[in-house]
């Protein structure tokens, strides 16, 4: 229940901060827009016969003027006479900014007129100003403007005729016509917000779909160039020692063992090329490995010995290719080849609850990195040994990104010698290859 009830307090904070940011960053024409809200009053004024303009919340008109009578253009033609009906709209304008309700009043030309605020969750984004009707039965108690604003010239008479052709309405009808309008135009405005807002969701949600398409692409590239280094770092190293020791073995006989072991490096060389794909086949891997344990066998005789251990029920079983030579190499150079006596390299293979371990274990030294770089401070291989080691901990990196359970366990005990156990999914075959 408490992850329920803030999850759900975590989504209400989102919606309020995205209302928030839509309302800093946009007014009533935004919200609308120009066109629309001039669509709108085309439309009321049609219905209604009523005229109408729009301002935004500091009283200026956003729209042009729509269905204006003939008398009131005719006064708005001057500037100083248009001034003091902008003025009007204004206190009509504040009135519904104030009071955030309905405004109805009568011009300082005897006009009715009301100003409908816009109020979208509680925001007062402007108004809307309309009416320019007659209306002989409105109460005394509405506001008249003409008893605190004037015009230049009493334009009831001077321009009569205009102002007989006024639309004549009764007080209730008209005050039915604003309800209505305001009903409408309010409810435009939750509409249009909703809108914006599941605009402005859906907006982040793809910038945050591009943040994370480009984090994975990016991750991406960095494992093909974690797996080109793999490569690069473990092949060198083992094919030039390899040579050396096909170059010291055809000085002292004559052709025999070298040419074995010739025709292993090439077997070799020519399966690990091949098997460059990100995965193979058990077998094919094992085969490969055998290959390099008997190069590796010439060249110590018989201080090397080694076992592989791999039930026929996960031959075809698949397997990141050349997952298993980092932990090869580190036990021939690193273990095995340090002792004078050498030692033995056992391999074994096994499935269990959906996972594959390949347990790789020697009686070498059994030292750790700490111990390792100390051991061979004096010689070059020391460079060789760091390589190893961060090609082991790259291996655990990929492995323990493939699911809970699986990586890397090393064991290091100078009496015993050193065992690592790799573990990943045993259906890595159906995954993304790509992700290894």
Request: hydrophobic share 35%.
């Amino acid at each position: 229940m408490k992850g329920i009830a803030a999850t759900g307090k975590s989504e209400f904070e989102h919606m309020a901060q995205d209302e928030d940011r839509i309302y800093k960053n946009f007014d009533i024409k935004h919200l609308f827009g120009k066109e629309n809200l001039e669509s709108i009053q085309d439309r009321i004024a049609k219905a209604t016969g009523l005229a109408f303009v729009t301002v935004d919340y500091k009283g200026e008109p956003v729209t042009e003027l729509t269905s204006f009578t003939e008398f009131c253009k005719s006064i708005r033609q001057d500037k100083k006479e248009e001034k003091l009906c902008r003025s009007s709209d204004a206190f009509g304008a504040i009135q519904a900014t104030v009071t955030q309700k309905t405004s109805v009043y009568f011009c300082p030309c005897g006009l009715l007129e009301v100003a409908i605020p816009i109020v979208v969750r509680g925001h007062y984004l402007g108004g809307f100003i309309g009416g320019q009707i007659r209306c002989m039965d409105a109460p005394d108690n509405v506001c008249r403007l003409e008893n605190v604003m004037h015009h230049a010239e009493d334009f009831k008479r001077t321009k009569k005729d205009l102002f007989n052709r006024i639309l004549v309405l009764k007080y209730q009808q008209f005050i039915n016509f604003t309800d209505l309008i305001s009903m409408i135009i309010n409810q435009l405005g939750e509409k249009e917000l909703s809108r914006l807002m599941q605009k402005d969701i859906a907006k982040r949600a793809m910038e945050e779909y591009g943040v994370r398409e480009k984090k994975m692409r990016l991750e991406y590239i960095q494992k093909e160039s974690e797996l080109s280094t793999l490569h690069a770092q473990m092949n060198p190293s083992f094919l030039l020692r390899s040579l050396n020791a096909v170059s010291n073995l055809a000085a002292i006989e004559n052709a025999t063992r070298t040419n074995e072991m010739v025709n292993l490096l090439s077997d070799f060389v020519r399966n690990t090329v091949s098997n460059s794909r990100t995965s193979v086949s058990m077998m094919e891997e094992m085969n490969n490995i055998k290959r390099y344990l008997k190069i590796q066998q010439i060249r110590l005789g018989d201080r090397l010995n080694y076992s592989i251990q791999l039930p026929e029920s996960l031959h075809m079983q698949k397997i990141p290719g050349s997952l298993l030579f980092p932990f090869i190499e580190k036990s021939i150079f690193c273990g095995i080849g340090l002792k004078p006596e050498g030692g033995t390299l056992q391999i074994s293979v096994h499935a269990e609850k959906g996972k594959i371990f390949v347990c790789i274990a020697d009686t070498g030294l059994g030292l750790n990195e700490e111990q390792l770089s100390q051991k061979l401070l004096p010689y070059k291989e020391n460079g060789f040994a760091e390589e190893i080691e961060s090609s082991i901990s790259l291996v655990d990196r990929r492995l323990a990104s493939l699911g809970p359970g699986c990586g890397v366990t090393a064991k290091m005990d100078p009496q015993s010698g050193t065992i690592y156990t790799i573990v990943y999914p045993q259906n890595i075959d159906e995954m993304n290859e790509k992700e290894i």
